[in-house]
């Protein structure tokens, strides 16, 4: 069973910046790719990036490339994603997952375990 908690959400400026982290109770971390997706109101839930399990590849939706850096410390159980130049469409509940072998990173089926979210608001 893995358990992620989810941290580092809140309210923040359009263009500005924030850091989510992801805290992983698991003792084989480095065996699950992570991913990041993310549910604005009246909205499906949705990729956002994801970063296999050695960091070696790494994938994120066309909307978030280039502002979004998605990373992972095996040594802390703890995946990241800075944030930055931040619209308010970025504005959601953004939540991490963990999945063993996913066959497509991108898809919300493929991870097993589900942090409970962090809420993300940029004003404009």
Do not use: H
Not at 43 to 51: I, L, S
Not at 59 to 79: C, H, L, P, Q
Not at 91 to 119: F, I, K, L
Request: proline residues 3%; aromatic residues 12%.
């Amino acid at each position: 069973q893995v358990q992620l908690v989810e941290s580092g959400g809140g309210l923040v400026q359009a263009g500005g910046s924030l850091r989510l982290s992801c805290a992983a109770s698991v003792r084989t971390f480095s065996s699950y790719y992570m991913g990041w997706f993310r549910q604005a109101p009246g909205k499906e839930r949705e990729f956002v990036a994801a970063v296999s399990w050695g960091s070696t590849t790494t994938n994120y939706a066309d909307s978030v490339k280039g502002r979004f850096t998605i990373s992972r410390d095996n040594a802390k159980n703890t995946v990241y994603l800075q944030m930055n130049s931040l619209k308010p469409d970025d504005t959601a509940v953004y939540y991490c997952a963990a999945a063993p072998s996913p066959r497509w990173a991108r898809r919300d089926q493929e991870y097993d375990y589900w942090g409970q979210g962090t809420q993300v608001t940029v004003s404009s």
